[in-house]
T-cell receptor, first 110, second 117 residues
Framework: QKEVEQNSGPLSVPEGAIASLNCTYS??????FFWYRQYSGKSPELIMSIYSNGDKEDGRFTAQLNKASQYVSLLIRDSQPSDSATYLC??????????WGAGTKLIIKP | GAVVSQHPSRVICKSGTSVKIECRSLDFQATTMFWYRQFPKQSLMLMATSNEGSKATYEQGVEKDKFLINHASLTLSTLTVTSAHPEDSSFYIC?????????????FGSGTRLTVV
């Protein structure tokens, strides 16, 4: 079992709809969770971070964390073609190293 | 916000030569630098972790004598790929963590596309 798992996709979503990305992790001691967006040929950029159970909203993005079920999700409302990218879930270790999921490719269709 | 400048963005070198990649934190002190490698359509693979003034810690399977990491100051870390071979062609990315990254959302450099011919 991988430490951080994501569905590789591609996930295809119509423009204007809600895109839902999911991630599960195996280490119950994990404390910090991150969503990064990576465009092809570019380095990752931080979208959201979340540390406590529940929802965290930032603009069109909402991160959801459920530590009991060991999953974290990212919702993108009013999806735009520019949201098409690979979304990487990352979970931190106690020594600040990030453990990365393989990423979910998201395609927003106009 | 925190910015990490990575150079060069692209480099093509001949097999057997060495290439140096630099990462500079422009507006914060990077106490820890992570170096990643990413092959096409794959996720990030951590190569090594370096703390300022200390020897880097390499991940299993990464040759420390081939991938030389120097983190001599709080604003500069370098990765040197020695005696590069075509299989070293990849996208190399640095990521810095400093005390100013309060949420531990690391700041990434823009990446270096290395092609060994």
């Amino acid at each position: 079992q991988k430490e951080v798992e994501q569905n590789s996709g591609p996930l295809s979503v119509p423009e204007g709809a809600i895109a839902s990305l999911n991630c599960t992790y195996s280490d119950r001691g994990s404390q910090s969770f991150f969503w990064y967006r990576q465009y092809s040929g570019k380095s990752p950029e931080l979208i959201m971070s979340i540390y406590s159970n529940g929802d965290k909203e930032d603009g069109r993005f909402t991160a959801q964390l459920n530590k009991a079920s060991q999953y974290v999700s990212l919702l993108i409302r009013d999806s735009q073609p520019s949201d098409s990218a690979t979304y990487l879930c990352a979970v931190n270790r106690s020594n600040y190293q990030l453990i990365w999921g393989a990423g979910t490719k998201l395609i927003i269709k106009p | 916000g925190a910015v990490v400048s990575q150079h060069p963005s692209r480099v093509i070198c001949k097999s057997g030569t060495s290439v140096k990649i630099e990462c500079r934190s422009l507006d914060f002190q990077a106490t820890t630098m992570f170096w990643y490698r990413q092959f096409p359509k794959q996720s990030l693979m951590l190569m090594a972790t370096s703390n300022e003034g200390s020897k880097a810690t390499y991940e299993q399977g990464v040759e420390k004598d081939k991938f030389l990491i120097n983190h001599a100051s709080l604003t500069l870390s370098t990765l040197t790929v020695t005696s590069a071979h075509p299989e070293d062609s990849s996208f190399y990315i640095c990521s810095a963590l400093g005390q100013s990254n309060a949420n531990y959302g690391y700041t990434f450099g823009s990446g270096t596309r290395l092609t060994v011919v």
